[in-house]
């Protein structure tokens, strides 16, 4: 499966901007996908997942009530809207993929070594 992110920018605080992962060799309808972000000097960090099988969703605490994830099926697609963009939301984006019906529980979806395939990256800088 490979996985093409895109939309990243330079934004300000506040705004919003939604990001984009295209999959191909693999459809993201058959397995749990999500978002990463990885800040200069940090860790790699989950933000957000979506189950294969239910459609439910996870988010890290820092991003609930600011972000969300979807998915479109038909374009074979997620997408990570985010919202109310604040400077500590700076980072390069990553979206990932776990195998192909795969069950995650909701321990699962903010452990990176369970997704086996990930995009390159899209920069999202948030200026204060």
């Known amino acids: 499966v490979q996985l093409q992110a895109s939309g990243g920018g330079l934004v300000q605080t506040g705004d919003s901007v939604r990001l984009s992962c295209a999959a191909s060799?693999?459809?993201?309808?058959?397995?749990?996908m999500a978002w990463f972000r990885q800040a200069p000097g940090k860790e790699r960090e989950s933000v957000a997942a979506?189950?294969?099988?239910?459609?439910?969703?996870y988010y890290a605490d820092s991003v609930k009530g600011r972000f969300t994830v979807s998915r479109d099926n038909a374009k074979n697609t997620i997408y990570l809207q985010m919202n109310s963009l604040k400077p500590e939301d700076t980072a390069v984006y990553y979206c990932?993929?776990?195998?192909?019906?795969?069950?995650?529980?909701?321990?699962?979806?903010?452990?990176?070594?369970?997704?086996?395939?990930w995009g390159q990256g899209t920069q999202v800088t948030v200026s204060s």
């Open positions: 979506i189950n294969w099988n239910r459609g439910s969703t």
């Open positions: 060799g693999g459809t993201v309808s058959s397995r749990t």
């Open positions: 990932a993929a776990g195998r192909g019906n795969v069950y995650f529980s909701d321990n699962d979806y903010r452990k990176r070594e369970l997704y086996t395939y």
